[in-house]
T-cell receptor
Framework: NAGVMQNPRHLVRRRGQEARLRCSPM?????VYWYRQLPEEGLKFMVY????????ESGMPKERFSAEFPKEGPSILRIQQVVRGDSAAYFC??????????????FGDGTRLSIL | AQSVTQLDSHVSVSEGTPVLLRCNYS??????LFWYVQHPNKGLQLLLK??????LVKGINGFEAEFKKSETSFHLTKPSAHMSDAAEYFC??????????FGDGTTLTVKP
């Protein structure tokens, strides 16, 4: 009964390095969402992907951030040249096929990114 | 455009007393509404969802929420708080394209 799996759970990077966060959706789910949660704040939508397609990236910063969800393998959120302000918890969620609004999203336990 | 406002950032109740977490929303569509709970260092767990069926929605762990269109509200309630209910709670509105907007969260503290 594997849920949404995110790894690593904790990631430490120095300023200027790259961070790669992985997300394997629940079995049978082909819709993936990434969110960022800053300390003491709620979740902010970043990007919505289906297999091999970015559907909505309106919440992604214009530079340094990218996301993919290849045909095979996990979804990847990539942050290049990280800065201190990127320190946050990054959550991935998945939902069942179909983009109807009544599909709940199932969340992973998140990746906590710390920038030194 | 859609938005969610959780009216209280912190709520504190005594164990065994009722819980009320307030949520107001705005949406251009007939929205779907959700409540999620987040325990420390964990992801979000779905408590309940409203999807234009019954306006009173029952969820897990004794929680329920009532959709009131006239008030654009979707408040979360529980008759009797338990210590294990202490967590962060998020109200979420979702449009028909699958995009979800989260409230800023309400921290529930339960005192013994």
């Amino acid at each position: 009964n594997a849920g949404v799996m995110q790894n690593p759970r904790h990631l430490v990077r120095r300023r200027g390095q790259e961070a790669r966060l992985r997300c394997s959706p629940m079995k049978g789910h082909s819709h993936v969402y990434w969110y960022r949660q800053l300390p003491e704040e709620g979740l902010k939508f970043m990007v919505y992907l289906q297999k091999e397609n970015i559907i909505d990236e309106s919440g992604m910063p214009k530079e340094r951030f990218s996301a993919e969800f290849p045909k095979e393998g996990p979804s990847i959120l990539r942050i290049q040249q990280v800065v201190r302000g990127d320190s946050a918890a990054y959550f991935c969620a998945s939902s069942l096929t179909g983009s109807g609004s009544n599909q709940p999203q199932h969340f992973g336990d998140g990746t906590r990114l710390s920038i030194l | 455009a859609q938005s969610v406002t959780q009216l209280d950032s912190h709520v504190s109740v005594s164990e065994g007393t009722p819980v009320l977490l307030r949520c107001n929303y705005s949406s251009s569509y007939s929205p779907s509404l959700f409540w999620y709970v987040q325990h420390p260092n964990k992801g979000l767990q779905l408590l309940l969802k409203y999807t234009s069926a019954a306006t009173l929605v029952k969820g897990i762990n004794g929680f329920e929420a009532e959709f009131k269109k006239s008030e654009t509200s979707f408040h979360l309630t529980k008759p009797s708080a338990h210590m294990s209910d202490a967590a962060e709670y998020f109200c979420v509105v979702s449009d028909n394209a699958g995009k979800s907007t989260f409230g800023d969260g309400t921290t529930l503290t339960v005192k013994p």
